[in-house]
C-alpha cells in the first residue's frame, strides 16, 4: 500500500542542514584537538559556526559563553593526538521558522577511552544556513 501523504521539503531541507552542520562543527573540533598545525586554520573556520549569543551547559553542568569556549578549543588546539570524535542518532526534537533543535550521540575515544554524551543543540537561521546557538551536553556512563 503507498502512503500518500505529502513530503513537507523544507522540513527536509533544514534537518540535512543541521546534519551537516553538526558534523562539519565536530570535524573541525576533531581537528582542532588533534592537529597542532592546522588546529588554528581549524579554529577560525570553527568559530563562525557559532552565534555570538552561544551558550552551552557541559558534561559537568558548567554553563559558559562563547569566549570561554574559544578560550578551551585555544588552550586544547592539538593536545589530543589520537582522538576519534563519532556522531550519531541525530533527531529533530523541535522546528519552528526561526530555528531547529537536534539531538544526537557524541562518542570520544582516546587512548582507549571511550566517553559519551547526549547532547541538544539548537540551530537558528542564517541566511542559507544554521548558527549554533546553544548546546547542552550530558554525559553517558
Known amino acids: 500500500m503507498q502512503d500518500n501523504k ?16 553538526i558534523h562539519r562543527v565536530h570535524a573541525l ?6 592537529q597542532p598545525a592546522g ?3 581549524a579554529l577560525q573556520a570553527l568559530m563562525p ?25 585555544r588552550r586544547a588546539a592539538g593536545q ?10 541525530m533527531q529533530p526534537i523541535w522546528r519552528d521558522a526561526a530555528g531547529l533543535a537536534m539531538r544526537y550521540l557524541e562518542t570520544h575515544r582516546l587512548d ?5 554524551r547526549r547532547s541538544v543543540v539548537i ?10 546557538r546553544y548546546l547542552h551536553e550530558t554525559a553517558l556512563g
Open 6 to 21: 505529502p513530503i513537507d521539503r523544507d522540513i527536509d531541507i533544514d534537518i540535512g542542514i543541521a546534519e551537516r552542520s
Open 80 to 89: 589530543r593526538p589520537g582522538l576519534e570524535i563519532c556522531v550519531c542518532d
Open 123 to 132: 540551530l537558528k537561521r542564517a541566511g542559507q544556513g544554521v548558527l549554533w
Open 39 to 41: 588546529a588554528q586554520a
Open 112 to 116: 582507549g577511552v571511550e566517553t559519551s
Open 49 to 73: 559556526q557559532f552565534s555570538p549569543e552561544f551558550s552551552m551547559v557541559t558534561t559537568t553542568g558548567r554553563l559558559v559563553g562563547l569566549d570561554d569556549v574559544e578560550q578551551m578549543f
Open 29 to 34: 573540533i576533531h581537528t582542532v584537538f588533534t
